[in-house]
């Protein structure tokens, strides 16, 4: 049921945003006077050859566009006349241009029709970042509150030269307002990054390595959480195997509650939630006797530790949030800010990749992983936060300079714009032709990718 939900979640997802990028393209060429001969979502042939299995689950003509859904779940096109494209090469253009045609208007209006994909997409993630900005407003643990007790570092954190209890003061070099500001991508994907913690009186820099961001990516990565008390907030039902392993978890039958607070181990008294982690992993697989307060009341369970160290119950951490609302004019800029930091942060990532500093096979993604991402449950704040950032990062994917991208296009025309002339149709479509060898080339790669990781 989880894997439908995710390809439910992914699947309306980018249905949403192809539909709005062809939008685009389609309401600039209308625009323009241009001809739209078809508009679809999901393609009506198979991608990437437009003379085979050609048909479509729905279509209807309206005027001289055919509106319709294809059964190629990948994508999605709009058809303008007289434009090289996935859907015609130069042979069907060997006529003279007629007037309605994409090939007849001026360059500069051909390049709009190029960017309105782009451009609607941009539009569409600073709408849905500003929206979700002013409707959430931001929950954080503050600078001062993290700092009460410090960070637990956990095993990336103690590979850069953190400790548990350290105080971060610093990031940077500069102040910092909340938990969330030391894992921003300023910091990640930045050069140079480092914290600047209070240990023992002293304060210390750690440097945080470039390649670190790489690291961080594997799902298994654990790198800092604030130091703080907890209690029970829910114990795993005892049908349902909780670990990774896929074991029988004993806390439900041991007795433990949600709201009970676990007070020692063995006798080892227990004040924080890192601490108990550490104490269940080193007694993996034995039986211990877990000392509780349960409204107001001292008892003791006896268990047996699960292999992989664990017992069964999710905490919840009594440490204070701090919530702030926006006003709709502030939420312009910040969600607009959000927005476009999606952007840089995929052109720092590329860079990223090109110095070596992180695998390819880490950083790129192709639909699994980004079904992934969704995750089993429908959460509908999650899934505009995840449509919001696809919607940015498919503007800035589109605009790369590869032929059969709207980049790639629009690199010819301000070619034919400067030069006064534009490049021979037979060019376009070689080009045509790389670009789509090169996208099916980083399709095919994706895909493995998503596969290898899951397997």
């Known amino acids: 049921m989880e894997g439908l939900i995710m390809a439910g979640q992914l699947i309306l997802g980018l249905s949403i945003l192809v539909t709005l990028h062809e939008f685009g393209h389609f309401i600039t060429a209308k625009w323009f006077k241009m001809r739209v001969e078809k508009f679809y979502l999901f393609f009506d042939f198979l991608f990437p050859i437009p003379t085979v299995l050609n048909f479509a689950i729905f279509k209807k003509k309206v005027g001289d566009t055919e509106y319709g859904l294809g059964w190629f779940p990948l994508g999605g096109y709009v058809s303008i006349a007289g434009m090289i494209d996935e859907t015609q090469d130069a042979a069907t253009l060997a006529k003279e241009p007629e007037p309605w045609e994409f090939r007849a208007k001026p360059a500069w209006q051909r390049l709009i029709v190029m960017l309105g994909g782009v451009i609607v997409n941009v539009i569409t993630g600073v709408v849905i970042f500003v929206a979700l900005t002013f409707s959430n407003g931001n929950n954080f643990i503050s600078k001062e509150e993290l700092n009460k007790n410090g960070i637990v570092a956990l095993d990336l954190g103690k590979q850069i030269g953190l400790k548990t209890g350290d105080k971060v003061v610093k990031v940077n070099g500069s102040d910092f307002k909340s938990l969330a500001d030391l894992r921003t991508s300023d910091v990640l994907l930045g050069e140079n990054s480092s914290y600047t913690v209070l240990r023992n009186g002293q304060e210390i820099e750690v440097k945080i390595p470039s390649n670190f961001i790489e690291k961080l990516s594997d799902k298994k990565a654990a790198f800092i ?42 006798g080892q008294a227990i004040h924080f939630y890192h601490e108990i982690k550490e104490i269940l992993g080193k007694e993996a697989g034995k039986p211990i006797r877990l000392a509780i307060n349960r409204q107001g009341k001292s008892d003791t369970l006896s268990m047996v530790v699960a292999k992989s160290g664990q017992i069964g119950f999710i905490p919840e951490l009594l440490i204070k949030t701090t919530h702030e609302d926006y006003t709709f004019v502030q939420s312009l800029g910040i969600g607009t800010g959000r927005a476009f930091s999606v952007i840089s942060d995929n052109i720092r990532g590329f860079k990223k990749i090109a110095t070596g500093d992180v695998s390819a096979s880490k950083a790129l993604s192709g639909p699994i992983g980004i079904a992934q991402m969704f995750g089993g449950v429908w959460d509908w704040n999650r899934f505009w936060m995840l449509t919001g950032l696809l919607s940015m990062a498919l503007a800035f994917m589109n605009i790369l300079p590869i032929p059969a991208l709207d980049g790639g296009h629009a690199i010819f025309l301000i070619y034919e714009m400067i030069t006064g002339k534009p490049a021979s149709e037979k060019v376009l479509e070689r080009a045509q032709q790389v670009g789509m060898i090169i996208l099916l080339a980083l399709m095919a790669y994706t895909f493995g990718n998503d596969f290898y990781k899951l397997f």
């Open 225 to 266: 959480e604030p130091v703080a008390a907890f209690k029970v907030a829910e114990v795993a039902a005892p049908e349902e195997p909780g670990s990774e392993d896929g074991e029988l978890l004993p806390a439900y039958s041991a007795g433990l509650k949600a709201g009970d607070y676990i007070t020692a181990v063995n």
